[in-house]
């Protein structure tokens, strides 16, 4: 399946203008049926403690199982979504999907256990967000204080002060709140200093070349150290080799992400990993 995923990317990042065309309208036709057919997925990838080496989150990962194309990966399908508005509906289906997880959890004795989800820019300035998040919170009965919002700067780029606000209401319910992909987007700097952010996650492109590349472990030691002063938990996405995770832990990285730890699984398979890990 992984070898399947990366093949569409690669088919996808070298089709022509013409091929990109024909995928947009397609997709734009079939995603809304597909939301009615129930055929995208949620995958979690465990997030673990450097301290204790213990699953304490995941992160949510929408896939589309498509009859045709098989496993569609969202780095296809999610930039049409936004730019068709779908995202909007599938957003709500995704937050949905993790509340009922995180009942799951709870029904289970793992309301330790955190689930991130990702928001995009249209979802963020949607006016509907904070009701549909309070509605969906009560509804399943979810303590907001297990649920995590990954967003990124381009999110933030329309208006500063309504993101700001947004943000502070999120945080007052107790939800958490994440920057994702932190680093290679703008003036990173300046939105740390002005935002209610609690996590910073350190972009895999600063990860993947540790240890070989020595300006990429000052950068994310640098990264780790000023988030903590600011006073922010920090996950490093995408580790790969046991390298990396000791270079992370000596510079007391929190959290760690990546096929190290696990690949995106199905919730049947995450809740086996639990289970194993509070039986020990
Ligand atoms: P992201 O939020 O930065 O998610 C992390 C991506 O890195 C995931 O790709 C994950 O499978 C991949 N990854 C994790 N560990 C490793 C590793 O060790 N090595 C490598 N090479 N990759 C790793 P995925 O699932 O393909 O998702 C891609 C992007 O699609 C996400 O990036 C996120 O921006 C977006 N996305 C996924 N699900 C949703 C969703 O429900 N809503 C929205 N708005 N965006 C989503
Ligand atoms: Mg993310
Ligand atoms: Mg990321
Ligand atoms: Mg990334």
Request: hydrophobic letters at 40%; proline letters at 4%; a negative charge.
């Amino acid at each position: 399946q992984a070898k399947e995923l990366g093949r569409n990317q690669y088919r996808f990042f070298t089709e022509s203008l013409h091929d990109q065309l024909q995928a947009y309208i397609r997709f734009s036709r079939e995603m809304p049926k597909a939301l009615e057919t129930n055929s995208f997925i949620l995958e979690y990838q465990p997030q673990v403690s450097l301290k204790t080496g213990a699953i304490i989150g995941v992160e949510a990962l929408v896939r589309w199982d498509h009859p045709e194309l098989g496993i569609v990966s969202p780095q296809r399908f999610i930039s049409v979504a936004e730019e068709t508005g779908f995202i909007v509906p599938l957003g709500r289906w995704v937050l949905k999907t993790a509340c009922k997880t995180l009942k799951h959890l709870a029904l289970h004795q793992m309301s330790h256990i955190k689930v991130a989800i990702n928001l995009s820019s249209r979802q963020f300035r949607d006016p509907n967000l904070l009701t549909m998040i309070r509605q969906m919170l009560q509804e399943y009965d979810v303590d907001p204080a297990c649920l995590e919002l990954e967003i990124t700067e381009s999110l933030l780029m329309h208006d500063i002060g309504l993101a700001i606000e947004t943000l502070k209401e999120l945080q007052a319910l107790g939800i958490t709140i994440a920057i994702d992909d932190f680093g290679i987007g703008y003036s990173s700097f300046n939105y740390l200093k002005t935002l209610p952010i609690n996590v910073l996650k350190v972009d895999r492109e600063f990860i993947k070349d540790i240890p070989d590349h020595l300006d990429d472990m000052e950068i994310t030691a640098a990264m780790i150290s000023m988030a903590h002063r600011l006073g922010m938990t920090v996950v490093a996405e995408g580790i790969e080799t046991q390298v990396q995770q000791v270079f992370l832990e000596e510079h007391h990285c929190d959290i760690g992400q990546g096929y190290l730890f696990s690949r995106p699984i199905e919730l049947s398979k995450l809740m086996v990993l639990l289970t194993k890990q509070d039986a020990k």
